[in-house]
Each structure stands twice: as structure tokens, then as C-alpha cells.
């Protein structure tokens, strides 16, 4: 006999008890967290069974009539959680269910969902991962050639580490240098990841650096994110002269020396891009994945839109 599942509206969830569901599950990401939902997904819905034994968010949108669900920005993984890994077997149960509300869906599942989604419509997508249970003269060790000599040179450049506790500074940073290259990232996105970093800085789950030259002048930010079992390389802004410098090398080895030996996971939140792979790969970080789940269930003309 299949498990009931629920399907929860936006204002029927309770957030404290969803919260609590995803600290219990043993694949917990922060991103299942209400406050990551509401703020990246506000009409966010949800699919239960039983009393949060497994649950899945749904990243709910509505254009031209059609119900769809979506991998919304800034938010790398989500899918199906769970308390109890069997209950991982479930998922297909889960597809069909959203499948009978929405006509299509392109969201990003776990790393512990992989299993059960290779049958099914999905893109393999890649992160680094680096564990950080050693002191620091031993991560380091795993260092390329290229990662070393980036992080000398950028301190033989003068280049100083300070605390950054102004958001905006980072976001403007960005769409500054960066952000012409993602034309799919618009002004609410930013919004949004600026009322993130925001609580996160006032709640402690947040850390941002900057990188400046001798004379103080800002070159570079890295904002590291504390999940449940991991640091999170969250977001980056990176200037010219920041990559002349070389500081995000300075930046990534200064996040590592300081969470090395905690036993955590340093997740360098994924890539596609080869040469972002390069720069994670060589400070030691090892390729995993994650599954894409795209559903297209939608009449024509509108199935012909990939």
C-alpha cells in the first residue's frame, strides 16, 4: 500500500514545524529552510507524508494560465528530504503527485536523491565538495600548483582580508562586473539575495570578506554560508584588478584555514562552468552530483519550448 501525501497550500504550512522537519532530516540542506523559501520563492507550496517523514518543497510559479515549478536563483538544491534514507524509495510517488498539478517542472533535487532519479528526466549536474576534518597544513597539502602560486602572489601583492558587513556592497559589486553575463538574474533576484545576506549577517549564518588593496580599496567579496553540516561558498563579486590580484585564491584559502579540523564540508555550491571547476578542483575538492528534474507535460504549442 503506497503512503499518503499530502499537498500544503502556502498559508496552510506551519513554518516552525516545517523547520523542524528539515533539521530532522538526515539530508537537511538550508535551503529547505522556510526562510530561504519564503524569501527566494514566496508563493512556495509543499508536498508531506505523514508527519514530515519525507516532504518535498515545490518552487511554485504561474505564467499565461500554466502552473510550473522552477529552480528559483540563488538557491542550489532542493527536492525530496527525509528522515529515514528508505523513505528515498518514495520519490517516484512524489513526481507523479506534482506531475498531476503542474505541466512543467525544471528544479534541482539533492545529492541524496540521485539514486532514485536516474530513471527518470534528469540532467547530472556537478559540485565540489572538500572536507575540512584536518587541520590545515593538510588541506592545504592538496593544493594544485596553480592554487599556491595564486595565493603567494596575491600576498606578495599586499592584498588584505577584512570583514564586510554591508551587503549591498556586494550585490553592487556584481551586477557591476559580472552581472552582464547573467541576463536572467533581474533586479528582484538581487533584491532578494541582498534581504538574505541581511538576516544571515544578523542571525550568524552568513560571513562575508572583502578583499582590498594596500590602499583599501575593495577588489573582491566571498560570502560563505553556514548549512547544517557545511560552509557554503555562497555567493562572490570579483573585480579585474581582483583577478589581477588573485584575491579569491586568498579568499578561499582564508575560509578553509579557518574552518579546517571542524568536521564540516566546504561545498563550493557547483558549477558547469569548466573553468570555475578548475578553481574549486584545485584546492583539492572533489566532483559529486546532483540531479536536474525537468518534466514538460505541457499541450502544444507550448510543449515546443525547451
Not at 523547520?19 to 538526515?26: P, Q
Not at 595564486?150 to 570583514?163: M, Q
Not at 584546492?283 to 525537468?294: M, Q, S, V, W
Request: glycine letters at 6%.
Amino acid at each position: 500500500m503506497n503512503p499518503s501525501i499530502k499537498y500544503l497550500t502556502n498559508d496552510t504550512i506551519n513554518r516552525t514545524e516545517w523547520d523542524e522537519w528539515v533539521r530532522s532530516a538526515g539530508n537537511r540542506r538550508i535551503y529547505a529552510s522556510s526562510l530561504f523559501l519564503d524569501i527566494f520563492c514566496p508563493r512556495w507550496e509543499a508536498l508531506v507524508m505523514g508527519e514530515g517523514e519525507a516532504f518535498m518543497p515545490l518552487t511554485r510559479n504561474r505564467k499565461f494560465g500554466i502552473s510550473y515549478l522552477y529552480q528559483p536563483i540563488f538557491v542550489q538544491q532542493l527536492g525530496l528530504f527525509f528522515r529515514d534514507a528508505g523513505c528515498a524509495d518514495h520519490l517516484p510517488l512524489f513526481i507523479e503527485k506534482l506531475s498531476a498539478s503542474y505541466s512543467f517542472t525544471d528544479i534541482a533535487m539533492n545529492e541524496m536523491n540521485n539514486d532514485q532519479c536516474r530513471t527518470m528526466q534528469c540532467k547530472v549536474m556537478h559540485n565540489y565538495l572538500l572536507r575540512l576534518d584536518k587541520p590545515y597544513e593538510s588541506a592545504a597539502g592538496k593544493y594544485n600548483s596553480n592554487t599556491r602560486r595564486n595565493i603567494i602572489k596575491s600576498e606578495r601583492l599586499g592584498t588584505e582580508l577584512r570583514p564586510c558587513f554591508r551587503p549591498d556592497d556586494v550585490v553592487r559589486l556584481f551586477t557591476g562586473h559580472q552581472g552582464k553575463l547573467y541576463p536572467n538574474i533581474r533586479r528582484k533576484n538581487y533584491e532578494r539575495l541582498g534581504s538574505l545576506l541581511d538576516r544571515g549577517l544578523a542571525e550568524g549564518f552568513v560571513e562575508i570578506k572583502s578583499a582590498c588593496r594596500h590602499d583599501g580599496r575593495v577588489i573582491a567579496f566571498a560570502c560563505m554560508l553556514k548549512d547544517y553540516d557545511r560552509y557554503v561558498f555562497y555567493f562572490s563579486a570579483n573585480t579585474a584588478e581582483g583577478r589581477e590580484h588573485a584575491a579569491m585564491f586568498l579568499l578561499v584559502d582564508h575560509f578553509i584555514r579557518q574552518y579546517s579540523g571542524t568536521g564540516m564540508l566546504l561545498d563550493f555550491n557547483g558549477s558547469m562552468n569548466p573553468n570555475l571547476a578548475r578553481f574549486y578542483s584545485g584546492f583539492g575538492a572533489e566532483k559529486t552530483y546532483y540531479p536536474r528534474l525537468r518534466i514538460n507535460n505541457l499541450r502544444y504549442p507550448f510543449r515546443l519550448f525547451k
